[in-house]
Each structure stands twice: as structure tokens, then as C-alpha cells.
């Protein structure tokens, strides 16, 4: 079975799973990134959208990007808000956003997927453009943050080391 199958099958459980990553991740992100103001972030791996409200508040607009479609539709069907779009792309492939159009990348629990990563940094350096990205950006810590899509990492391993004793 291949990922994008597997992500399609677990579309109809993956919000009410027992999932503490997915849980501490939520948590994790919205204490990262709740006092920022985007003008437009561009988010990978979106899923069922459990991050894109948050995303909502604190952007002008939000492009979700998921390879699976039942995953995206779940998302679409919990997420109304006006300044989000959804779109169903393989962000292995060139991704649907043009150059410099993003002010913030964000991408939780989706890298682990992905074998080459270098095409990926090479996407998100390629939507965000550095010169406009610091014009755009409304704060220090989004600048702080433009370069590290998967900066969650280190919090959550942190704390599940804590967890665990
Ligand atoms: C563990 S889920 C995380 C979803 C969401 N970011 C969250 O934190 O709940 C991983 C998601 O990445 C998506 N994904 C994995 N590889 C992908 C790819 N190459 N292109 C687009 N989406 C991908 C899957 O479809 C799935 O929805």
C-alpha cells in the first residue's frame, strides 16, 4: 500500500484516533505560531486540517496542499473560512504556489514521508523568495521561523522525552 493510500484509508479515523504526536503537535503549534500575523502561508501536508484554523487566524490567506484527496475533504469539510484554499498535489513535484508568494511554510508530520528532502527546502525557498519574505513578514519570530519548516520537531521530541522519563 502506498502512502497516499494508506493517508486515504485513515482519513475517516485520523481526528479521533488515540494519537498523542498528532495531539502534542496541535499543542506545540498553536504556542509557535498563535502570536504571529502572516500575510500568506502556504501549508504542506495539510490533512484533515488540523492545524489550517489556527493557520486561518493568523494569516491573510492560507493554501493547503495535501496529496490525498479524502484527506483534503475531511479538511474542507471542517474548514469554511474564506482565505483558505485547498489544493491536492504531491509536494514531491514543483508546488502550486508561484514564486515568492508565501511569507511562512509550515509542515507538521510530513517530512518523515518524503525521501528527498532537499527539493522540498528547495520549494519553500522558491515560494517564500528571501527579499519579500522579510518585507512581508510582521514579526521576529516569523523571521526567525521563514527557513524552518519542520521546526516542531525538537519541541515534541523534547517533551515526549520528558514524558517518558
Ligand atoms: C501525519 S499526517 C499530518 C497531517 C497534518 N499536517 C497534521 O499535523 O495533522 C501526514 C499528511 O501528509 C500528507 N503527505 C504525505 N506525503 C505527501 C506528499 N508527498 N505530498 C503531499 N502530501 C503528503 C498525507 O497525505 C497526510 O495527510
Not at 498535489?89 to 515568492?100: F, H, K, L, R
Amino acid at each position: 500500500m502506498s502512502v497516499k493510500e494508506a493517508y486515504s484509508e485513515w482519513s475517516a479515523t485520523y481526528d479521533v484516533d488515540r494519537n498523542l504526536t498528532r495531539d502534542l503537535d496541535r499543542q506545540v503549534t498553536r504556542e509557535s505560531l498563535e502570536h504571529l500575523h502572516c500575510k500568506s502561508i502556504v501549508e504542506i501536508g495539510c490533512g484533515t486540517g488540523k492545524n489550517t484554523p489556527l493557520l486561518a487566524k493568523i494569516a491573510e490567506k492560507v493554501l493547503a496542499i495535501d496529496f490525498s484527496q479524502a484527506m483534503t475533504d475531511k479538511a474542507k469539510e471542517k474548514i469554511q473560512a474564506d482565505n483558505v484554499t485547498f489544493s491536492v498535489a504531491d509536494v514531491t513535484g514543483e508546488w502550486p504556489c508561484a514564486d515568492q508568494s508565501a511569507d511562512l511554510i509550515v509542515c507538521n508530520l510530513v517530512l518523515e514521508h518524503v525521501a528527498d528532502l532537499s527539493f522540498i527546502f528547495s520549494e519553500a525557498f522558491r515560494c517564500l523568495g528571501s527579499t519579500r519574505a522579510r518585507k512581508q513578514t510582521s514579526s521576529a519570530k516569523a523571521r526567525q521561523l521563514r527557513f524552518k519548516p519542520s521546526y516542531t520537531t525538537y519541541p515534541i521530541l523534547q517533551r515526549l522525552q520528558k514524558r517518558m522519563g
